[in-house]
């Protein structure tokens, strides 16, 4: 099911080019170029809960003060672009992942913590960008977010019945979200903060308010 153990500092970048999407791809160097002990799920191999299929998370992910991460990586831009303007803060996710990471977390047992992780593909002015760090990999940035699963779902709620399809509301994710970083930099934190950002207003939906420029 997992494989491809990468301890302190450990490279291989032939399990790189095994992870096809641009965005988990990122996310894997981040832990590379940080050192951070963590394994990459097999996603060939696909688990069995109670005769059903169960979704795989991407990365176990070893992180300060002994937690242990299920993390499910979450590609979105950032911005994303709509018919009606720009929009911030794209955190959705499937039931199917709502379902999914639990079985997993309870498989798992003890200490052991499932969470999104929402890799932001970075784009538009810097100074609407997440606060926490940004991550180049082969000439894009990306910023790293994170949310426990238990967080994410006492926020969500429906956004779309056809595709099946929840999300937290922008003001509401900016309170959860954390910086990824913060999983081994500062494994006992524990309590939520607002999310800081370079220099951006927002509106509840997630746009960017545009302020009035001053004199000087």
């Given at each position: 099911m997992v494989g491809g153990w990468r301890g302190q500092g450990g490279r291989s970048r032939g399990w790189m080019t095994r992870r096809?999407?641009?965005?988990?791809?990122a996310f894997e160097d981040l832990l590379q170029s940080q050192g951070?002990?963590?394994?990459?799920?097999?996603?060939?191999?696909?688990?069995?809960f109670a005769g059903a299929k169960?979704?795989?998370?991407d990365f176990l992910v070893y992180g300060g003060g002994g937690a242990k991460w299920l993390a499910d990586v979450k590609g979105r831009r950032f911005p994303y672009e709509t018919v009606s303007g720009r929009r911030y803060w794209e955190n959705w996710v499937t039931g199917e992942d709502l379902a999914s990471l639990p079985c997993w977390e309870a498989a798992f047992g003890?200490?052991?913590?499932?969470?999104f992780v929402f890799a932001y593909w970075l784009d538009g002015p810097e100074c609407s960008w997440p606060g926490g760090g940004v991550h180049a990999y082969r000439g894009r940035y990306y910023g790293f977010l994170a949310v426990p699963l238990s967080e994410y779902q006492a926020l969500c709620r429906r956004r779309s019945p056809r595709w099946d399809t929840y999300f937290v509301a922008p003001a509401a994710f900016r309170r959860i979200a954390r910086p990824v970083g913060t999983w081994w930099e500062d494994g006992s934190r524990t309590t939520t903060t607002s999310l800081p950002v370079a220099g951006a207003a927002y509106n509840e939906d997630g746009r960017v308010v545009e302020r009035p420029r001053g004199k000087g």
């Open positions: 096809h999407i641009h965005y988990e791809s951070v002990p963590y394994v990459a799920v097999d996603e060939a191999k696909k688990p069995i169960v979704k795989c998370f003890e200490g052991f913590v499932a969470a």
